[in-house]
């Protein structure tokens, strides 16, 4: 791929070569990089070509460069996982049933229950268990 340097005069912006790339490794599609710049396609392609080389237009080079985006959105996320699996470990189990209890506490409501059964008449037993 040869380089020429030279930057597209939009509307809004100029559309330099390296301004281009980041933005399709930020995963834009064609319709945002044109409003962003203020172009129209065929402009765009045309430029596409003297940059990038004939062969090269807009939509097969905008699909080469998007895959570093990908890339680099794939390894952040993995870089995230490996810092914060014991964070989402426990968020995870937050919400398992049972989690988070103790056997003492589990021992400790039987027995708050139990003693409270055995203060109980046998006719309120009856009442509720009847």
Request: net charge neutral.
């Amino acid at each position: 791929m040869e380089n020429r340097g030279e930057a597209l005069r939009g509307l809004r912006r100029e559309l330099t070569r390296e301004m281009f790339e980041e933005l399709c490794a930020l995963q834009c599609r064609p319709e945002e990089i044109l409003g962003y710049v203020g172009t129209e396609r065929p402009k765009l392609e045309r430029w596409c070509r003297k940059v990038y080389g004939k062969k090269y237009g807009l939509d097969r080079i905008m699909r080469m460069l998007r895959q570093d985006g990908l890339i680099a959105i794939r390894r952040a996320s993995f870089d995230q996982l490996k810092k914060s699996a014991p964070l989402v470990a426990q968020q995870y189990s937050r919400f398992l049933p049972g989690a988070g209890q103790e056997e003492e506490e589990d021992n400790a409501a039987v027995r708050a229950f139990t003693a409270m059964l055995d203060g109980a008449d046998k006719e309120k037993m009856e009442e509720l268990f009847g």
